[in-house]
């Protein structure tokens, strides 16, 4: 089994959870949103690039010209992520969500903010993120364009998956019960599967996540 931080070298691409983007509504400052956008682009390309910190920067200086749009804090969120800075990631990633307008933000900061819950070892965020976050069509809401990883459902699912696996809930048969890991897995696979025991279980969810890359960012 591996290590927690399977989880931001094999989690950063995950799942659910970035805000919402093109559309997000927001007042103008004396900075012309040309100058927001072109940070926000400069911001993905160092990201791509696997310059976090300096993706970071570009964020945040995002962020403070239009703090009421959400992409600068979901840059900002995936940054701190690919960082190793779960904690101060989630954080980012909560304060962004009241300025989340579109479904496709709002999948996309659930990932990374459940991802966050993940690295830092807070199952029962990961598991229940749902509960605070709804999401009325996930599947709507992939992929985040900007960003150079694919975000699937899937992703989401796999990391309520292993929450709830961490804290012991999980069955060797076929479940209905959400509360249950292999509720999500199966939600996920082509068709169910049963576990005679735990790793069987845990192997199937690392497999998924590496064959997607969602276990970059875990």
């Not at 691409?13 to 509504?25: D, E, K, M, S």
């Amino acid at each position: 089994m591996r290590t927690d931080w399977i989880t931001v070298r094999s989690l950063a691409t995950l799942l659910l959870v970035t805000g919402f983007l093109a559309g997000c509504g927001g007042g103008l400052t004396a900075s012309t949103p040309s100058d927001f956008e072109s940070l926000i682009d400069d911001g993905w390309t160092e990201y791509n690039g696997g310059r976090f910190d300096e993706a970071q920067r570009l964020f945040s200086k995002a962020k403070s010209i239009e703090p009421t749009r959400a992409e600068g804090y979901i840059g900002c969120g995936w940054s701190l992520l690919r960082r190793q800075h779960p904690d101060s990631s989630a954080v980012i990633f909560r304060l962004g969500m009241p300025h989340i307008e579109t479904l496709e933000d709002s999948v996309d900061a659930i990932c990374g903010l459940a991802g966050a819950y993940l690295a830092n070892g807070n199952n029962n965020k990961a598991a229940t993120i749902l509960q605070d976050y709804p999401v009325s069509d996930v599947s709507r809401g992939f992929p985040f364009r900007k960003h150079d990883f694919l975000i699937e459902a899937g992703h989401l699912e796999m990391v309520q998956a292993m929450a709830l696996y961490r804290l012991g809930l999980y069955t060797s048969a076929e479940s209905e019960d959400p509360d249950n890991a292999l509720y999500h897995l199966n939600n996920v696979l082509a068709k169910p599967y049963d576990y005679t025991s735990p790793p069987e279980l845990m192997r199937k969810i690392t497999e998924y996540l590496d064959r997607t890359n969602g276990g970059d960012w875990l």
